[in-house]
């Protein structure tokens, strides 16, 4: 059975950094991309950042691009996501997902995951 579970979420300012850290088990991590996405209240969920399997590929959201960098630990079946320079719109709950396939790319909508992580709150202040 696959179980993500998230950590790291919480209260930063403005311009301020988090990093969240999602540990999975219950199957061979290294073949399967991961994926971070998010959903604020009143809102739809939407993807955030993917990696593939390897680590050698990554895709982010545009509101995203250039703030936020995933990456992965596959000694330690973990996936990151450092968050940088974060704004209020960032506000929200935060889901670790990855697909069912293996060696599953493009994997860019919340539709393309099956399992998911129980979420983590991130809240920026103005």
């Known amino acids: 059975q696959v179980q993500l579970v998230e950590s790291g979420g919480g209260l930063v300012q403005a311009g301020g950094s988090l990093r969240l850290s999602c540990a999975a088990s219950?199957?061979?991590?290294?073949?399967?991309?991961m994926g971070w996405l998010r959903q604020a209240p009143g809102n739809e969920r939407e993807f955030v950042a993917a990696?593939?399997?390897?680590?050698?590929?990554?895709m982010y959201a545009d509101s995203v691009r250039g703030r936020f960098t995933i990456s992965r630990d596959n000694a330690k079946n973990t996936v990151y996501l450092q968050m940088n320079a974060l704004k209020p719109e960032d506000t929200a709950v935060y889901y670790c997902?990855?697909?069912?396939?293996?060696?599953?790319?493009?994997?860019?909508?919340?539709?393309?995951?099956?399992?998911w992580g129980q979420g983590t709150q991130v809240t920026v202040s103005s």
């Open positions: 997902a990855t697909p069912a396939e293996a060696f599953y790319s493009g994997a860019y909508a919340p539709s393309d995951y099956d399992y």
């Open positions: 219950g199957r061979t991590f290294s073949s399967y991309a």
């Open positions: 990696i593939s399997w390897s680590g050698g590929s990554t």
